[in-house]
């Protein structure tokens, strides 16, 4: 397989992956203001830092309101992570390598391109921001879903999926880093009743508040759910979960030597590190060490397979 | 009869399925009876089912506008064009001795120029060939074959007699079209081809591998071909994907290769990288090699031709081959058939007159209403004039050019080209066709002609166009073996 190729693969899994964790993301945070109280203003800057994008945000709106945020996140075609950049790249990917992915993935990339360049116009009512988030998600599960079915497990796939690992293990750890900072300041009082509900909606972004339930069976904690989306390792958008599936692919790529080693290595600082223990800068140093760690792995992909 | 055929005539025209008087040619005999017993809702299913065939197929073609790229649904009309195999043997004859004339030159252009020499071939029109490679003088590619792959365009007089209109030898597209129009075909009306000997099309894809194999510098391996693209945005990249698939090959653009010190040349792959023995390039010349044409080409592999000229690597078309392609050349082909040859043409040209002489050029300035102007190195039916339509201000314009750069241009008379019957709004109406056969020419063998070719018909009435980037069709082309007739 060229390494253009593997290399669009790649990058498509990441960009189909961030297009729908954003689209979560976001349905999640506006199902979690529908519980807050009337008083809180909500910052949706937040959301801006999950992405890590607040300085290009910062150039280009006035204020952090919600509809900036919001086209911010949805349409802006100048914000590379933006739903609509995501799918834009993802098709932009998908296009030179369309013949080894099944064709209906192909032409459901088109269409959510269209919809999005359309739809994500008119996202100011909540309403209709949440059936667009909603077609976002459908769309790209239904993607993976074709993938998973109607794709042999050749290095086509093991790319396409690997890229996919990567951006899911990055959006959780960004996640957990942004939503934590604020629900672990024991100084904002009069949201303390509301954490629950806050530990509530950072597991809904992430879909993992039925799974939490059934497995780790306590109330919702915070140290509970860390340690569930960084370390559990049944549940598919965990950290742990994502590199050991990052591995699998790995394993079956040629010489992914330096490749394992580098998912081995995040392994190994997340078994050094107690997540269910970690609690405000300890935890926030270790996301940032996670962090690293992921972009490491993404280097030496890139490194050993896409640039020879 | 049902309404399809009636009222069918094509007055002043050859007509592919029926004759002067009527009566359905004997290659179109069977089809004519078989789709006269159609109904008009009967043909009009047949219609939906191709054109569906096509969407499912994935059919496609790329044109540019304004609003970017679009892939459009590849344009073709159910009613097949049906020739006789006797008509189309000595067609397939005729293309055979052209292309062998024509590789002969071109090897003989980039070695002695014998034939410039012998003041045959005019050093004038040499030393203007916009397609002359000076970089590829002294090379002897294997078999001193240059044009590996020649689309020829065809088309049929008032007589009914096949004529060259030009041949395209740099990177001639059309032979996925005319492998799928069939596979259409076979669809849309699987009756006639269980009841009818209809020659099939669907080996070219194997017979152009096994040239390409042929012309591999490694004879202990397996070779790796690959085809070489402009990328996705080309207009022909449906045929890339298509050719490349087909042969099992790597479709690779020029940013995937490189060639490192021992001059060969590599693809970037996740394995590392793999020694390519033998590129078909869908690239133009002037882009496959920054380091030798032109600098700014983002399309090319630095070094490619070094590994050429070292041996390294087999190229088809060979660079420079296109020096052939040029409608000055044209006009000279029966001249360089009778001299490589030592015979007539089997095939004849359509009637030039070349802007560059003279006396030519008089008559052509004083004819512009009633000729053809084209320009010598334009494809794709860009930069014409034709005559009987144009504007007194597009003659004035052309005189302007032909005056200006005489060498560039050639002029013809308008042809009656042939017409076949072609459904339109439910019924057979008779629209202008022509024909591109592709040959390919091998080292130790005769060049393989593909059975028949890519019918194209321009779907407007009256229209001469027939270029699907323009409003052209296309058409399933039959040859028909002779004992059914």
Redesign the interface.
Known sequence: ????L?QNLFWAGRYIERAESTSRLINATSLLLLDMPRATAFDWRALVEIVGAEDLFAQRYPDDSEANVMRFLVADRLHPSSIASCLASARENL??AR?LVP?EVWEDINGLHLFIADEGQHIESRLARSRVMDHVVRNARHMAGLIESGMSRD?AYD?FMLGLQLERADMTTRIIDVRSADLLDEDISELRPYQTVQWISVLKSLSAFQMYRRHVRVRVTGAGVIRFLLADSAFPRSVRFCLNAATDRLVR???SSRCVGAVDSAVQVLNDADPGTLTGYRLSEFLDRMQIELSAINDTIQSR?FQ? | MNDLWRDYRSPGFFDEAFDDSGQARSAANALVRYLGEFGRTELETRRAAADLAIKSM?ITFTVYSDAGMIDRAWPFDILPRPIPKHEWDRVREGLQQRVTALNMFVADLYADQRIVADGVFPREVLAQSANFRPECVGMRPPGDIWAHICGSDLVRDGAGEFYVLEDNLRVPSGVSYMVENRLVSKRVFPELFAQHHILPVDDYASELLDSLNALSPRKDVTPNVAVLTP??FNSAFFEH?WLA?QMGA?L??G??LFVDSDDCVY???????QRVDVIYRRVDDAFIDPEVFRADSMLGTPGLMRAWRAGNVAIANAPGAGVADDKVVYAFVPEIIRYYLDQEAKLPNVPSWLCMNDTHREHVLANLDSLVVKPANESGGYGMLIGPRSTAAERKQFADLIQRNPRNYIAQPTLALSTAPTLIDGSARPRHVDLRPFIVSRPDDDAFVTMGGLTRVALREGSLVVNSSQGGGSKDTWIVADEEV
């Open positions: 397989m060229l390494s253009r593997a296009r030179s013949d064709r290095a790319m790529l040629p010489t397979y020879q | 994935g990328g996705v994907v698939g790597e690779v653009q940013s995937d693809s970037r792959t996740i394995y590392g990288p």
